[in-house]
């Protein structure tokens, strides 16, 4: 199967770090995104693994290890406008894509 | 700055009609998609179009759903025959060559 997994929900306080992992179980695909949506909203691209290793993009990091099937955001000096949901999904080189469930990060003053 | 764009925002239609979604993807991106995600539910790939022709189709996306980019700004979605589980927001997406895709903001679709 293509199943991509996420905790449902998470908690963190302002000013924290956060990471929200996702495994998968599917291989062969181009790479890895992560998106953050508001409710109500659209998905925003947040970032994108192809090899393993890390990306940095500001306050946002994403880890791909294919060898693991795992991935995961990290999300630093927390905001209450983090608040949102987190969306993991892998892409295959013909634009098909599969979403995870989406991870709830609710940030506390 | 560029955004896709969706229209309408809000489509209400009586099952077995037909409904055509509208899409203005960013003007020089290349790469089309749809997507769809029922409420509370995960985003889902419905299709995704390159050069004129569909490039991948899931599983939803079967002989009611059609694709079309009828002129050099509009990419459409038609359902031909809607069913209540149609019922989702449908978001339109966009890129260039590279990786980022640009979602519009999506077509709240009703189906009574």
């Known amino acids: 199967g293509q199943n991509i997994d996420q905790p449902t929900e998470m908690t963190a306080t302002e000013g924290a770090i956060v990471q929200i992992n996702c495994t998968y179980q599917?291989?062969?695909?181009?790479?890895l995104f992560w998106y953050q949506q508001h409710a109500g909203e659209a998905p925003t691209f947040l970032s994108y693994?192809?090899l393993d290793g890390l990306e940095e993009k500001g306050r946002f990091s994403s880890f791909l290890s294919r060898s693991k099937g795992y991935s995961y955001l990290l999300l630093k000096e927390l905001q209450m406008k983090d608040s949102a949901s987190y969306l993991c999904?892998?892409?295959w080189g013909g634009g098909k894509s599969t979403f995870g469930d989406g991870t709830t990060l609710t940030v506390k003053p | 700055e560029p955004e896709v764009t969706q229209t309408p925002s809000h489509q209400v239609t009586q099952m077995g009609q037909e409904v055509i979604l509208r899409c203005v993807p960013i003007?020089?991106?290349?790469?089309f998609y749809w997507y769809r995600q029922i409420l509370g539910q995960k985003v889902e790939f419905l299709v995704s179009?390159?050069?004129?022709?569909?490039?991948?189709k899931s599983e939803i996306f079967d002989d009611q759903f059609s694709v079309e980019r009828p002129d050099g700004s509009n990419f459409t979605l038609k359902i031909r025959s809607t069913k209540l589980e149609d019922s989702a927001m449908y978001f339109c997406?966009?890129?260039?060559?590279?990786?980022?895709?640009?979602f519009g903001p999506g077509t709240r679709l009703t189906v009574l």
């Open positions: 997406a966009s890129k260039t060559t590279g990786d980022t895709q640009y």
């Open positions: 003007s020089n991106h290349l790469y």
């Open positions: 179009f390159y050069n004129n022709e569909i490039s991948e």
């Open positions: 999904a892998v892409i």
């Open positions: 693994n192809v």
């Open positions: 599917t291989s062969g695909f181009n790479g």
